[in-house]
């Protein structure tokens, strides 16, 4: 388990594998467009003593292009109706400001779906709940990117054995 640092927020899918709860805690509808979403971590950093929340955790599924051993992920993020390249601009409202160079509201967004490091081609368009403030480890290749969209670390954890010959190598 990896213990993240409070005050933190998670936007958590009703069909994700796990519901993760913060320092704030929102189930996402899976009809809510993401502005909707992003517009309650506005308010909830806003609403902390410095105006900013540590971490932001999107805990959903990845979206891949099939479900053969040849699919890839990098599709999209199910959490709602979905976040893809056409809606990714309404991250912006994660700023203190309407300008790229205003301040951050979240230090960092941390997503656990598979695939998500993953480059697509195109874009596509049972449950428990765990240890507060935790999220799981994670398997396989895992990035962190800066708000220009540069990866600034990335690391290839260890997998199940067999999950490559089940799901690839994504």
Not at 54 to 66: A, D, S, T, V
Not at 96 to 120: F, K
Request: hydrophobic content about 35%.
């Amino acid at each position: 388990m990896i213990k993240v640092p409070q005050p933190s927020m998670v936007l958590n899918s009703p069909d994700a594998p796990s519901r993760y709860r913060m320092y704030v805690t929102y189930d996402v509808r899976k009809t809510e467009d993401i502005d909707i979403a992003l517009r309650q971590v506005r308010q909830a950093a806003l609403r902390q003593p410095d105006k900013t929340l540590r971490c932001l955790i999107i805990n959903c599924h990845g979206l891949y292009n099939g479900t053969s051993n040849e699919a890839t992920g990098g599709y999209g993020l199910s959490l709602g109706t979905g976040i893809f390249a056409r809606n990714v601009h309404h991250f912006g409202l994660l700023r203190e400001g309407s300008g790229a160079d205003s301040r951050g509201l979240v230090h960092h967004i941390w997503i656990t779906a598979c695939g998500t490091a993953a480059v697509s081609k195109v874009n596509a368009q049972t449950k428990g709940q765990e240890t507060p403030y935790r999220i799981s480890g994670f398997e396989g290749l895992t990035r962190q990117w800066a708000p220009d969209g540069r990866v600034t670390w990335e690391h290839e954890y260890s997998r199940w054995p067999l999950q490559s010959l089940f799901h690839g190598d994504n």
